[in-house]
């Protein structure tokens, strides 16, 4: 089984420039996250899609960062302008997502090698 | 107060000793546990996962959960250097429609040779 893709896997851009990452999920995956990992942090989570609609954004600085999910399948992120502090790996992570009766296959969830992006 | 603390570490171990790795957390709402395993540039992976209180074993890895006390713990059996990585722990609340994981900073661990 593929496992989740991300690219590119390295970027350094100057602030104020824009960044994008591009991220495919594991086939049959509905749920779809977007991560930031600053060094020496645990992930936080930028926004949840379900399919093609978002479930949660509320952590999105929405100012500067925007993501799409087009089709319920591939994902982008997107920075503009970037500003020093966004430096941080970005994970793509997917899921089967919500099932009734819950269970590991539900929750767990399967992430990329990440983007690590370095604002200059 | 963080929801989700754990130590960062680092951690140093020899070979062959026994790991304890631990979280605590704040919010009673939790109730799935889990430990993630993550290489230098890599993606976290899923090592164990607990529902509620209680103790799961897999092989060298044993997953603690007590809910009373709000602490989780994850300890490595007969550590091997293939087990230098960062641990982290996440928790969710179990809710229709998300799985939404809180992580804490995790733990850098070093198992010496």
Known sequence: EAGVAQSPRYKIIEKRQSVAFWCNPISGHATLYWYQQILGQGPKLLIQFQNNGVVDDSQLPKDRFSAERLKGVDSTLKIQPAKLEDSAVYLCASSFGWRRGGGRGSYEQYFGPGTRLTVT | ?113
């Open chain 2, 1 to 113: 107060q963080k929801e989700v603390e754990q130590d960062p570490g680092p951690l140093s171990v020899p070979e062959g000793a026994i790991v304890s790795l631990n979280c605590t957390y704040s919010n009673s709402a939790f109730q799935y546990f889990m430990w993630y395993r993550q290489y230098s540039r890599k993606g976290p992976e899923l090592l164990m996962y607990t529902y509620s209180s209680g103790n799961k074993e897999d092989g060298r890895f044993t997953a603690q959960v007590d809910k009373s006390s709000k602490y989780i713990s994850l300890f490595i059996r007969d550590s091997q250097p293939s087990d230098s990585a960062t641990y982290l722990c996440a928790m969710t609340r179990a809710g229709a429609g998300s799985y939404q994981l809180t992580f804490g900073k995790g733990t850098k661990l070093s198992v010496i040779p």
